[in-house]
């Protein structure tokens, strides 16, 4: 299957350090997307990356993307308690609808 | 204003009753999603709608039957519910106005079902 997988599954860090996340996948791709998701509510987009970009920047977000590895990594810097949260790495395919086929997730947690 | 809205937001009833669950956007995107999270968080997709046309439908048991009578619609219909189908649903919406490919999802703040 596509489905991506995140490393690490959890993470705990305090406020101010940086919290770096990890999603492999399998297949080729026409882009990657992380999302993060608080608890009881719904994704929210964050940052979509194309395959032909290695690197994005959004705020405090930092995304890169290795094709040839078929991996992507997502950075937050100077993290703060609300960035607890689970992210959540999304990958499209570049053949058929273009479906999105979402990773494991890691739980973030960000302590004051 | 709430740009995707599901409802209900819980929802817990006995095995064996059949129920449905609504999802609307007013974001006026063309494409329509119903996703399925289980206890360990894993998010997979059931279903997904095209202008009202059914494109994407995984291997989903036939006692789930969703219905777009609109493109601002869809619902999803579950019958004869098992203990096994608690978990959270989401509903999603995407457009792709540059036909690139890069969809993003908007999803709604999701519905917990809880079978007894």
């Known amino acids: 299957s596509q489905q991506g997988e995140e490393d690490p599954q959890a993470l705990s860090i305090q406020e101010g350090e940086n919290a770096t996340m990890n999603c492999s996948y399998k297949t080729s791709i026409n882009n990657l997307q992380w999302y993060r998701q608080n608890s009881g509510r719904g994704l929210v987009h964050l940052i979509l990356?194309?395959?032909?970009?290695r690197e994005k920047h959004s705020g405090r977000l930092r995304v890169t993307l290795d094709t040839s590895k078929k991996s992507s990594s997502l950075l937050i810097t100077a993290s703060r308690a609300a960035d607890t949260a689970s992210y959540f790495c999304?990958?499209?395919?570049?053949?058929?609808?273009?479906?999105?086929?979402f990773g494991t997730g890691t739980r973030l947690l960000v302590s004051p | 204003d709430t740009a995707v809205s599901q409802t209900p937001k819980y929802l817990v009833t006995q095995m064996g009753n059949d129920k449905s669950i609504k999802c609307e956007q007013n974001?006026?995107?063309?494409?329509m999603y119903w996703y399925k999270q289980d206890s360990k968080k894993f998010l997979k997709i059931m279903f997904s709608?095209?202008?009202?046309?059914?494109?994407i439908n995984e291997t989903v048991p036939n006692r789930f039957s969703p219905k777009s009578p609109d493109k601002a619609h869809l619902n999803l219909h579950i019958n004869s519910l098992e203990l096994g189908d608690s978990a959270v649903y989401f509903c999603?919406?995407?457009?792709?106005?540059?036909?690139?490919?890069?969809?993003?999802?908007?999803f709604g703040s999701g519905t917990q079902l809880s079978v007894l």
């Open positions: 990356i194309r395959s032909n970009e």
């Open positions: 974001l006026g995107h063309d494409t």
């Open positions: 999304a990958t499209v395919m570049n053949t058929g609808f273009q479906k999105l086929v």
């Open positions: 709608y095209n202008n009202k046309e059914l494109i």
């Open positions: 999603a919406s995407s457009q792709d106005p540059l036909g690139t490919g890069s969809r993003k999802l908007f």
